[in-house]
């Protein structure tokens, strides 16, 4: 099966929002390095055109109920389920992961547009609260949409890191600008088109392909609000810039993740599912593992079983799902890897299986590898590689594999084997990331949409998923009635009086519910 062709992807081409382009950019299909089609390139001056288009279309947008935006959401959920196979299609064809990778982001997309569009009418609900007095006071408070928010999406998982962000944007009200990855702009368009299929007006979703440095910056300079997925460098930058603006912002970072497995685990289970834990879309995942940390009287069993399993994966450029592990995206990520590979072993790591590209099946392909003896002084100690790349490191305790799961800068993902369920737990509260999975690697806290998902540490600030991944895009209104007396003394009562009466009014409160 091969990738669609090339009037799909100039199909997809004229839904960027960009009038009369002057540049465009060749995407390749990452398997064979042929041009799929072009894609223009955006300027600061299209980010502006977008942004104001949107902030008309978002006022209406924001005047229809949320059981309304839902209804689109959901519309769009079927047609996501309807089509998932020509989306997966233009996923693997501009990133070059395996067909079940792909599959992962269809279901993110799933999952997202349902959790929020059921959940939507009652999270965006005015609520009242105790006023400052009672009867006196009738405090409500609204959920009031961000106006135009910017998502700045990366090129690894490029369906579900730009429109799955934007759906909780969307149905929060808002209008949204979507900047994917130079590399990847084709599964937001194809994922765009779905939307406007299910009736979202076309002004409140943009997405504007182009350089981070010149369609990000814009989009920073203008939006009221940013969703940030990439590394924790860029983060910083922007997490600056949204500061000089005073402009709220979420992140989503980097992560050095990692694995611990304790004596008493099913070593069977845990080496199976350490290799869809590392090597995830060839380990270019930010919750995947890159540390495993296992008890030393189980090391070397738990070791063999997993270079044996990693062995048995399957490298492979197909459109259907005969691969386990696909490519590379590009020539900067294969550099990136060989050179942590080479830099490790030339200080002295053992590498236990894989450490070479296979251009035999692919120009970027590089198997998926596993050292040993690894040191905080080569590059992939610390850092994160983002790649098919992953250290064991014996440890004599549980604590001292908690202590050193914990020594890194990191806090995004964690994964913990141990003899028991509720040992795994216990373990797991201990680590500080965001997510932390007993007895898998990363799916289960990736699918539980209704929980937050995000980073401690350099990984992240805020979080997606979860009713906060909906609220974070809108501002909370509070809007207070004062009823019968406002706070002038009533008509023949002193001021002093009415300061006393009112001071022991303030002293009773805290006998009533909710104070
Ligand atoms: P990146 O930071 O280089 O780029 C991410 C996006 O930011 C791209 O669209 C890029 O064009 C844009 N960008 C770059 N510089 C910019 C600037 N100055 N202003 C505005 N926009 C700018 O990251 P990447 O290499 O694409 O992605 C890999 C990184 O992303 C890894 O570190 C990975 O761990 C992280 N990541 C995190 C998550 C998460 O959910 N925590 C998910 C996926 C990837």
């Not at 959401?73 to 299609?89: G, I, P, S, T």
């Not at 990331?433 to 540490?457: F, I, K, L, Q, R």
Request: aromatic share 6%; glycine share 10%.
């Amino acid at each position: 099966m091969p990738a669609p062709d090339a009037a799909v992807f100039a199909r997809l081409s004229a839904l960027a929002a960009i009038d009369n382009p002057r540049d465009t950019r060749s995407i390749t299909e990452v398997f064979t390095g042929r041009v799929l089609g072009e894609v223009p390139v955006g300027t600061a001056a299209d980010v502006a055109s977008a942004a104001e288009d949107g902030r008309g279309a978002q006022a209406h947008w924001a005047a229809r109920t949320p059981s309304e935006r839902a209804a689109v959401l959901e519309r769009f959920r079927a047609l996501v389920v309807e089509h998932r196979e020509f989306l997966m299609d233009v996923v693997q064809a501009e990133t070059g992961k395996a067909r079940w990778a792909a599959q992962e982001e269809i279901m993110g997309l799933m999952f997202a547009a349902r959790y929020f569009a059921r959940v939507a009418p009652k999270l965006l609900s005015p609520y009242q609260v105790p006023g400052a007095f009672p009867v006196l006071n009738r405090t409500t408070v609204h959920a009031k949409p961000k106006g135009v928010v910017a998502v700045i999406a990366p090129w690894n998982y490029p369906l579900v890191l730009s429109i799955g962000d934007a759906i909780p944007a969307l149905l929060a009200g808002n209008a949204v600008l979507v900047k994917p990855d130079s590399q990847t702009p084709f599964s937001s368009l194809a994922a765009a088109e779905l939307l406007y299929r299910a009736g979202l007006p076309r002004h409140l979703l943009a997405v504007v392909p182009g350089p981070g440095a010149v369609v990000g910056k814009a989009m920073v300079d203008t939006c009221d609000y940013l969703m940030f997925t990439g590394s924790s460098a860029t983060g910083r930058k922007l997490a600056q810039q949204c500061g000089e603006r005073l402009i709220g912002f979420s992140a989503e970072l980097g992560g050095k993740n990692p694995m611990i497995v304790t004596r008493g685990a099913n070593l069977d289970k845990a080496a199976k599912a350490a290799v869809r834990a590392c090597f995830s879309n060839a380990g270019q995942l930010c919750i995947s593992i890159e540390r495993i940390y296992v008890q030393r009287s189980v090391a070397d069993e738990f070791t063999d079983k997993f270079v044996a399993a990693v062995e048995a994966a399957k490298l492979g450029a197909a459109y259907d799902g005969s691969a386990d592990i696909g490519s590379l995206i590009s020539q900067d990520q294969l550099e990136t890897v060989s050179k942590h590979v080479a830099d490790a072993t030339a200080k002295g790591a053992e590498v236990l299986t894989g450490g070479n590209p296979r251009p035999d099946i692919g120009p970027l392909f590089f198997e998926p590898t596993v050292l040993a003896e690894v040191t905080d002084e080569m590059d992939c100690g610390r850092n994160e590689t983002f790649g098919p790349l992953v250290s064991i490191y014996p440890v004599d305790t549980v604590e001292e594999a908690i202590e050193r799961a914990n020594d890194t800068e990191y806090g995004l993902n964690a994964s913990v084997w141990a003899q028991s369920k509720a040992e795994g737990e216990r373990i797991g509260k201990q680590l500080r990331a965001g997510t932390v999975c007993v007895d898998e690697g990363y799916a289960p806290a990736w699918g539980s949409t209704a929980a937050p998902m995000g980073g401690m540490g350099i990984s992240g600030v805020g979080r997606r998923h979860g009713p906060d991944g909906l609220l974070k895009f809108t501002e909370p209104q509070t809007v207070v009635v004062t009823r019968f007396l406002n706070l002038d003394p009533p008509p023949l009562v002193p001021q002093e009086v009415w300061q006393r009466v009112l001071m022991t009014l303030a002293r009773g409160l805290r006998f009533l519910p909710g104070r």
